[in-house]
């Protein structure tokens, strides 16, 4: 199966703060989906971006397809953006490979 | 609302007991999926169907079963064969398996042995 890893694994920010979050995948998906995960398990939709660049208010993603990552770029922090971050590539019959995530923290 | 409704939130199983975990969708969604997560990691897929009355085993299977017999409705059971069945479990549907269509997810139902 495709294998994807996820950098940093943890990250603290000081509120206000800029950060990029990565995604590299093992061989060719599909699709690349971001997931946020709030402190109560919640996994709310972000992106849905095979490649380019799109954007949501303080967040927007890109895929490189061809090189086969993804990066996810938070700015100007909040402390509602705490939780778990995943990324899962999509494959087979719209199939999903996550990754074991980037939890950050945002402190005031 | 539309969406995909998990019950219950918290489920407790005795050791040998099989225990049932609802999804129900009203999305009009074909495919649906079986998640399960354990603290610190990713999503891993239990079972998937794409449609009514047929269903894929996916990565992890092994002490689980599942059925579609309403396109709204995708139960997950957690035999007595799955040793070690304590985690978070996550439905999910999209509209169809075509590879364009993201997945959305409900919000969880959390299973501890007692």
């Known amino acids: 199966g495709i294998q994807v890893e996820q950098s940093p694994p943890d990250l603290i920010l000081q509120e206000g703060a800029n950060s990029t979050l990565r995604c590299n995948f093992s061989d060719s998906v599909n699709n690349l989906q971001w997931f946020h995960q709030n402190p109560w398990g919640q996994l709310i939709n972000l992106f849905y971006i095979p490649s380019g660049t799109k954007q949501n208010g303080r967040l927007s993603a890109t895929t490189v397809a061809t090189e086969r990552y993804s990066l996810l770029y938070i700015s100007s922090s909040q402390t509602t953006d705490s939780g778990v971050y995943f990324c899962?590539?999509?494959?087979?019959?719209?199939?999903?490979?996550f990754g074991k995530g980037n939890q950050v923290v945002v402190i005031p | 609302d539309g969406g995909i409704t998990q019950s219950p939130k918290y489920l407790f199983r005795k050791e040998g007991q099989n225990v049932t975990l609802s999804c129900e969708q009203n999305l009009n969604h074909d495919a649906m999926y079986w998640y399960r997560q354990d603290p610190g990691q990713g999503l891993r897929l239990i079972y998937y169907s794409q449609i009514v009355n047929d269903f894929q085993k996916g990565d992890i299977a092994e002490g689980y079963s599942v059925s579609r017999e309403k396109k709204e409705s995708f139960p997950l059971t957690v035999t007595s064969a799955q040793k070690n069945p304590t985690a978070f479990y996550l439905c999910a549907s999209s509209k169809d398996r075509v590879d364009n269509q993201p997945q959305h997810f409900g919000d969880g139902t959390r299973l501890s042995i007692l």
């Open positions: 899962a590539g999509v494959y087979g019959n719209n199939r999903l490979a």
